[in-house]
């Protein structure tokens, strides 16, 4: 079963807007942690940001931000003030701490939201 | 400075052959991973590996194999069986194997891009 759904294959944002990428994850861990990379055309994929299950803020690295919102098990991030840079694929990802399932270890990718921003 | 170094940048196979990718880290970090990507595609896990020599098969292991001898290094082979083999490869390094370890993320190489001659 998929565990990390990424619902917006792509979308268009202008320059200097602000942008909300969805994220909604199904785990049964209490602990767990979520994690945003951003994958420009080039190819490498670049940590941005990480949300514990525990944490009782929201996460902010600079422009970007999680809005996390546990009950509902959704993971959204934003991207304030978007610049030409941001355009990329951005991926949502969850590492489970559980030591009795098949996905210990693992990482588990959403299928990715390519953003385009415009002047 | 510490990080994932891949190579090569690009790789041509011929028919028949086998090919190895290489996947070095300086991270001191224990888990390693194997990741598939296909154009405009998700990430899939290949191979991972929470210590050296032991390592698990992923979503996709079919056509590759892999080794762990060394925490540093976790080397990927694409064998002949593998018959779609073009795609973007990437490998990536997280430290802990354990409980408690959901907060590290993963860091990632700059990936080899595989192609069929």
């Known amino acids: 079963a998929q565990k990390i759904t990424q619902t917006q294959p792509g979308m268009f944002v202008q320059e200097k807007e602000a942008v909300t990428l969805d994220c909604t994850y199904d785990?049964?861990?209490?602990?767990?942690?979520l994690f945003w990379y951003k994958q420009p055309s080039s190819g490498e994929m670049i940590f941005l940001i990480y949300?514990?299950?525990?944490?009782?803020q929201n996460a902010t690295e600079g422009r970007y931000s999680l809005n996390f919102q546990k009950a509902r098990k959704s993971a959204n991030l934003v991207i304030s003030a978007s610049q030409l840079g941001d355009s990329a694929m951005y991926f949502c990802?969850?590492?489970?701490?559980?030591?009795?399932?098949?996905?210990?270890?693992?990482?588990?990718f959403g299928a990715g939201t390519q953003v385009v921003v415009t002047p | 400075d510490g990080g994932i170094t891949q190579s090569p940048k690009y790789l041509f196979r011929k028919e028949g052959q086998n090919v190895t990718l290489s996947c070095e880290q300086n991270?001191?970090?224990?888990?390693m991973y194997w990741y598939r990507q296909d154009p405009g595609q998700g990430l899939r896990l290949i191979y991972y590996?929470?210590?050296?020599?032991?390592?698990q098969k992923g979503d996709i292991a079919e056509g590759y194999s892999v080794s762990r001898e060394k925490k540093e290094s976790f080397p990927l082979t694409v064998t002949s069986a593998q018959k779609n083999p073009t795609a973007f490869y990437l490998c990536?390094?997280?430290?802990?194997?354990?409980?408690?370890?959901?907060?590290?993320?993963?860091?990632f190489g700059d990936g080899t891009r595989l192609s069929i001659l």
């Open positions: 990536a390094s997280s430290a802990g194997q354990g409980f408690g370890y959901s907060n590290q993320p993963q860091h």
């Open positions: 785990t049964s861990d209490p602990s767990y942690g």
């Open positions: 949300q514990g299950s525990y944490d009782q």
């Open positions: 990802a969850m590492r489970e701490d559980l030591l009795t399932t098949d996905s210990w270890g693992k990482f588990q």
């Open positions: 991270l001191n970090h224990d888990a």
């Open positions: 590996s929470q210590i050296v020599n032991d390592f």
